[in-house]
């Protein structure tokens, strides 16, 4: 059985900073892309961020740019998003998911595993 577990949510100050991971179990996501997604209350869910199987390459959604940065780390079989400058618009729930393929990727097709998903709540 296969399992992504996110963990670092929380509630943050506008202006902070989070550091959410992504453990896998079951199998190993070293030759796979991955990815973060996010749900706001009321809204679908949006890309957030996607890292190529090598971590040489990696995507990020216009809101997020310059703000997060996804990294991995294959002997771990984890994955990472590093959220700084956080705004009162990064509330949501946070999902991690595993890519079918090793190039990266904004398409939710394109993920065949996914996290339970991790509450990040920013406040004013």
């Known amino acids: 059985q296969v399992n992504l577990v996110e963990s670092g949510g929380g509630l943050v100050q506008a202006g902070g900073s989070l550091r959410l991971s992504c453990t896998a179990s079951?199998?190993?996501?070293?030759?796979?892309?991955m990815g973060w997604f996010r749900q706001a209350p009321g809204k679908g869910r949006e890309f957030v961020a996607t890292?190529?199987?090598?971590?040489?390459?990696?995507v990020y959604a216009d809101s997020v740019k310059g703000r997060f940065t996804i990294s991995r780390d294959n002997a771990e079989n984890t994955v990472y998003l590093q959220m700084n400058s956080l705004k009162l618009e990064d509330t949501a729930i946070y999902y991690c998911?595993?890519?079918?393929?090793?190039?990266?990727?904004?398409?939710?097709?394109?993920?065949?595993?996914w996290g339970q998903g991790t509450q990040v709540t920013v406040s004013s």
């Open positions: 998911a595993g890519g079918k393929y090793y190039t990266v990727s904004a398409d939710t097709d394109d993920y065949d595993y």
């Open positions: 079951g199998r190993t996501f070293s030759h796979h892309a």
């Open positions: 890292i190529s199987w090598s971590g040489g390459g990696t």
